[in-house]
């Protein structure tokens, strides 16, 4: 057949593994431990027994398959068939992407995996049928990844898409990256979670829903408990939502200004939100657009696929 | 031979028409007042008249056109042929590229003018070669054009490439497009020319170079005397540019930080101060862009064309 795909989604917990078929559906998974710290050799050839015990689970074989593509939390450099800058796995400009297909018998495709799982969510997921789509992923950090006429942006060194690492205040929050006031300072998913964690500890408010829901333990607050207790109208977590509103949307209304995209499609742990979360966020972004009295103006929507999106956007790889 | 394009610029004064000969050189140029306020009819007359008077000129006829090319200081909206929010004409949806295109034996193209001149700079200035160009304009406001494996990126509404209204100083200055704290607030060159009138006008020291360059009238500052009081080492003068980059270097980190593109051009009136606008602006953007410590890194560098580069993107817009 020869028409089945595989895709590996590398996190720094574990990898999974799935089977994705001509309908862009995932036949089959498995996953296993990532095992961090790790040689690069020996990760790859835990990669590769992975992919063999799923095709051998489904009485498959490596003929059956198309092609491999993985996800990677680090920029993979293309013509240099390495990956540059994955802390999470120690990885500096190491041959990752030589050594897996060294292993594998048919073509192998390596990319950023936060542009991976933009890949899906444009292929099949929420920007399914659009031209272009910005993927915005609010996770530990804010990620992103631009598809411009069918093509992952990477611009000239493969880096293109660092969205979270865009000043929207001067001089303000210290970044992971060196800079202060980047988008990704305020917007990330633990930035929302920080700002609620400190608001309950200050406030020390015990009527606060939210620390009802944390039964008055801060530390355990997350992004489900904060929109939980605005949806029930507290004004604690309300405040500390439309302040972190705020900020994500004058970084989605600066993308837009600048790329013009059909789709901005929000990943990522609290896209789980839905309405909650694009409600509040259209009503900001729409007045700030420089284009907002243009016929056709970015749709603003939130992730479909959830997991799935790192295996499938790997897996499809392939087009591009 | 149809060989010759010819190019024009129309601006809010006047209105330049070029042939543009396929070694992408003005042959001849020419121009009139734009005599605003004019209605659309009217100005595709002056327009046209224009360009009949400059071939003839040449002993040259209509026939000798491949194309005739046009750059808006405006939103040119391809699918309606129609020019949307050219604030200086009075322009809101006006079908002028439709009326260009009666009056015209041969085909007619249009853009938005910062980008017609941003793909001058890309064809055969300094972005010549290069597979990928963000062009920032420093004039009256910041304008800005996206080119990316040779084309133009021009969005789902044609609006794609406003970089001046990028906000990166949360609730700062109020911009003309209604937000607070854009790029362009702080980062044209009337910004610039602002902060250094001001800081004339309230540091009231005779003894600064900037006041004896412009003979004690600050209102006749221009950005000419900034760089030029600057070379001499004056420190009010030195101080105004300084906070100047600092704003600049950020909206430019931002943009490398998003699309990576091979070359950075900044155009428009102060990119004439050449290495001392360029030098001490690489110094602020390179510590400041993610890929820092990549191979590739964009190319920060002037503009090459001057006011050329208008007519030639506009001449050239046939390639698109």
Redesign the interface.
Known sequence: MGQRRMGIDLGGTKIAAGIVNENLQIEADMQVPTGLPREPEDLADEIFRLAFKLLESRNLSMTDLGSVGIGIPG?VNQERESV??ANNFGFDDVPFVRMLRERFPCPVYAENDAKAAAWAEYLTGSGRGS??MVAVTLGTGVG?G?I??G?I???????????G??????N?RRCT???RGCLEAYASALALVRAAKRAVKSEKSPDSLLNQLCAGKPETINGKMIFEAVREKDVLAGAVLNRYL??LA?GI???I??????VVCIGGGLSGAGEDLLLPLRKRVE??I??R??????RLVTAELGNAAGIIGAAELYRL
């Open positions: 920029t540059e800058y031209t272009s992103g631009i411009l006429d093509k942006l990477n611009g000239i060194n493969s880096a293109a898409g660092e969205l690492h865009m000043v929207i205040r001067k303000g990256c060196g800079r705020d900020d004058e209304a600066n993308i200004n600048i790329i013009q995209p059909e007045p700030m420089y284009s009295s243009s016929e056709k103006n970015a």
